[in-house]
T-cell receptor, first 115, second 114 residues
Framework: DTGVSQNPRHKITKRGQNVTFRCDPISEHNRLYWYRQTLGQGPEFLTYFQNEAQLEKSRLLSDRFSAERPKGSFSTLEIQRTEQGDSAMYLC?????????????FGEGSWLTVV | AQSVTQLDSQVPVFEEAPVELRCNYSSSVSVYLFWYVQYPNQGLQLLLKYLSGSTLVKGINGFEAEFNKSQTSFHLRKPSVHISDTAEYFCAVIGSGGYNKLIFGAGTRLAVHP
């Protein structure tokens, strides 16, 4: 069990550029989540997948954001035409959903700074 | 829908003193409750969770929490803190019966002083 892995850990980009983050969940975990966390705040839910199906998206996820989990394993979160307000830590998490309060495990996060 | 309120944004405490971090939640359905810890520039690590059964839950690093359904609270306690406990602590809730995402509080910054 290698834990949830996120890459890159840090990304600095110019406003207007596109960025992509990758998340590798714990092996055999069927659910994968993306959260966003800004300084001094708790994580905010963005979206989640069960296997390859994206089952819910937050209203926080504007049209510039897209997430995929093409084969039900790793996931990518792409932000197009980045804005300074996108600067945050993007957290990925995974769980083995059994319908009974399953534990959600988080990765180390990917820091995005938009300049 | 669920919501979580962490009543203290910062809690300063001296080393070896006891500490309580307060958490209240709101939900129209039964919930599962979690406490996570976040050290600087790191992700979240699970401290403990309440799913059912005994309302007193023990976790890692000597922490424990008590679920109080009537007061809709899930306060985190440790009888004697260490410098290394300095971190951000997040209370989180997930609804049972089809709700699928953790909802977090704003966090409590625990600062342990020598």
């Amino acid at each position: 069990d290698t834990g949830v892995s996120q890459n890159p850990r840090h990304k600095i980009t110019k406003r207007g550029q596109n960025v992509t983050f990758r998340c590798d969940p714990i092996s055999e975990h069927n659910r994968l989540y993306w959260y966003r966390q800004t300084l001094g705040q708790g994580p905010e839910f963005l979206t989640y997948f069960q296997n390859e199906a994206q089952l819910e998206k937050s209203r926080l996820l504007s049209d510039r954001f897209s997430a995929e989990r093409p084969k039900g394993s790793f996931s990518t979160l792409e932000i197009q035409r980045t804005e300074q307000g996108d600067s945050a830590m993007y957290l990925c998490a995974s769980s083995l959903f059994t319908g009974n309060g399953n534990t959600i495990y988080f990765g180390e996060g990917s820091w995005l700074t938009v300049v | 829908a669920q919501s979580v309120t962490q009543l203290d944004s910062q809690v300063p405490v001296f080393e070896e003193a006891p500490v309580e971090l307060r958490c209240n939640y709101s939900s129209s359905v039964s919930v599962y409750l979690f406490w996570y810890v976040q050290y600087p520039n790191q992700g979240l690590q699970l401290l403990l969770k309440y799913l059912s059964g005994s309302t007193l839950v023990k976790g890692i690093n000597g922490f424990e929490a008590e679920f109080n359904k009537s007061q809709t609270s899930f306060h985190l306690r440790k009888p004697s803190v260490h410098i290394s406990d300095t971190a951000e602590y997040f209370c989180a809730v997930i609804g049972s019966g089809g709700y699928n995402k953790l909802i977090f509080g704003a966090g409590t910054r625990l600062a342990v002083h020598p």
